[in-house]
């Protein structure tokens, strides 16, 4: 069974930082992309981050410069350092992996407030 355990969520204030990680488990098959997405309250998910097997990343703009997204291909574990965090950054953010299927980890709150 896939699970995607996620990690390092928390609240902090503006201009801090919070590193998150995902554990991927149960993996048996090629992966070829993980990455980070988020969810504010009333909007709808989308995507931080995405980092494939070879190492390509892709940022969404508005976190580009602010946040870096890495992986650990031998553990299966993809980490998402996010630094000058801002309150529209306040979001739930879910793992995702990518391969025969999409998985998604449970979630894990950021909350960026003074």
């Known amino acids: 069974q896939v699970r995607l355990v996620e990690s390092g969520g928390g609240s902090v204030q503006p201009g801090e930082s919070l590193r998150l990680s995902c554990a991927a488990s149960?993996?048996?098959?090629?992966?070829?992309?993980q990455g980070w997405y988020r969810q504010a309250p009333g909007k709808q998910r989308e995507l931080v981050a995405t980092i494939t097997t070879g190492g390509l990343t892709n940022y969404a703009d508005s976190v580009k410069g602010r946040f870096t997204i890495s992986r650990d291909n031998a553990e299966n574990t993809v980490y998402l350092q996010m630094n000058s965090l801002k309150p529209e950054d306040t979001a739930v953010y879910y793992c995702?992996?990518?391969?025969?299927?999409?998985?998604w980890g449970q979630g894990t709150q950021v909350t960026v407030s003074s």
């Open positions: 995702n992996l990518e391969a025969i299927r999409v998985y």
């Open positions: 149960g993996i048996w098959f090629t992966i070829n992309a």
